[in-house]
């Protein structure tokens, strides 16, 4: 039962996700995406967290493939928003 309403909370959370992402208009997703990089950190130092005191083969495998997007999407972000701030910047 524990498991149903995990995956129910998790899909629910796709859908506001998306939901949010959508309504949010392109001139802020430049400073939205620091602030999701710097949330993305928190959750993957959480993931490791769980990785480190798991007793479960199940919440392992959760915990590695959370682990494992958080550093995409931590590496990623910090690489597109190290680009977009170089188009600002004054050429010589």
Known sequence: MELFYITTIF????????EIISKIPPTLHTPLMSGTNAISGVTLMGGLVLLATSESL???????????????????????????LKMFKKKK
């Open 11 to 18: 899909v629910l959370s796709i859908f506001i996700g998306v």
């Open 58 to 84: 199940l919440v392992d495998i959760i915990g590695f493939i959370a682990v494992t997007f958080d550093t995409i999407n931590v590496v990623g972000g910090f690489a597109i928003t190290s680009r977009i």
